[in-house]
């Protein structure tokens, strides 16, 4: 048994019809079946540990803003922000309200565990059928508001950096991927020793890309597009996520894996079908980068409040690191 009482990869228990790496049932308790999977792992005392991190009070926002991604891809529809003019209805206040219309898929989001199912048998976390998921509000993203939002310490794996450093040319609108050596050499180099609920966070250039390039550009790459960096879609990968008990993970990649996934090591199958983890995608870690490079230090204290919607899927992530 590793730290926090969870097994390491190979010693997890065998799940009924489920290949080898399935988690299901680890954080039931009492006879409840749990809802919100590794985000058992931010306990009170990971959390407390984590205010460590907060040395100089300087504060970076994660959310990019909530008109991007312009013009979607995967058929997802465009941001819509409308504003009303009380006043020039007639009201005797001075007054605007706005109504925002998005998917939540769109822009920088936490993806929940009703997003997406194991792809070998449709079940979702702790065997949630893909025809049961309408008809109940189980393992909704609100109960990550229930438990208290996502608190603890994050880090920063920054491959854009990394990869300049390294003399590495890629093109982040291709299948180009972040693999383990890698991901375990930009911690070595970045002097990042990973603890039990840590939430790892990955810089893979996509918004970098996204920043540098013309709208036709991105309506070519990313509304047409479909082959996207992104951390590799391998065994190795998933075992190194398991072990190192992370309580959630994402980054500024459209997928966080490299897209398309390859099955049978698609990451969003493990990530939030067999493990029950938020996968964070287009997080803006662009100013979070700098700071860091600044502080010379890529761990950080983090908050995330997710929005509070009963059986929700997905979420901008509302995210703040602090140093
Ligand atoms: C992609 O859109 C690439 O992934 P997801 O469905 O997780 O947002």
């Not at 009482?5 to 009924?16: A, N």
């Not at 009070?57 to 013009?71: A, Q, R, T, Y």
């Not at 792809?119 to 893909?130: A, E, F, K, Q």
């Not at 309506?219 to 008990?245: F, I, M, P, R, T």
């Amino acid at each position: 048994m590793a730290d926090l009482g969870l097994p390491s990869w190979k010693d997890l228990p065998r799940v009924e019809g489920l290949p080898h790496g399935c988690a299901w049932g680890l954080f039931d308790k009492d006879g409840v079946r749990d809802e919100i999977g590794t985000l058992n792992l931010l306990t009170p005392e990971t959390v407390v540990k984590a205010r460590d991190e907060i040395q100089t009070g300087k504060s970076v926002v994660l959310n990019w803003p909530i008109d991007h991604v312009h013009e979607p891809g995967f058929g997802r529809i465009k941001p819509a922000i409308n504003i009303t003019d009380w006043r020039a209805k007639g009201s005797p206040w001075y007054s605007y309200d706005d109504e925002i219309s998005l998917n939540t898929q769109s822009g920088s989001q936490w993806d929940g565990l009703r997003h997406w199912g194991h792809s070998g048998t449709g079940l979702y976390y702790n065997r949630i059928h893909h025809d049961e998921v309408l008809k109940t509000d189980r393992i909704g993203i609100d109960h990550w508001s229930k438990r208290g939002g996502i608190v603890g310490r994050g880090v920063l794996l920054d491959y854009v950096a990394y990869a300049a450093r390294h003399n590495i040319q890629y093109d982040a609108m291709t299948r180009h991927r972040i693999t383990l050596d890698v991901l375990k050499d930009i911690a070595k180099e970045q002097n990042v020793t990973f603890r039990p609920g840590d939430i790892l966070l990955v810089r893979s250039g996509w918004i970098r890309w996204y920043n540098e390039h013309s709208a036709e550009e991105r309506v070519a790459k990313v509304k047409n597009g479909s082959e996207y960096v992104g951390v590799d879609g391998s065994e190795e990968v998933v075992e190194w996520l398991w072990n190192n008990h992370f309580a959630a993970v994402g980054g500024d990649a459209i997928g966080f894996e490299a897209w398309p996934p390859q099955l049978p090591w698609c990451l969003h199958d493990y990530i939030l079908a067999l493990w029950g983890m938020p996968l964070g995608e287009l997080w803006d870690l662009e100013a979070l980068a700098k700071a860091c490079e600044t502080h010379k230090r890529w761990s950080f204290f983090i908050t995330s409040s997710p929005l509070n919607t009963p059986g929700g899927i997905a979420s901008p992530p509302n995210a703040i690191a602090i140093f």
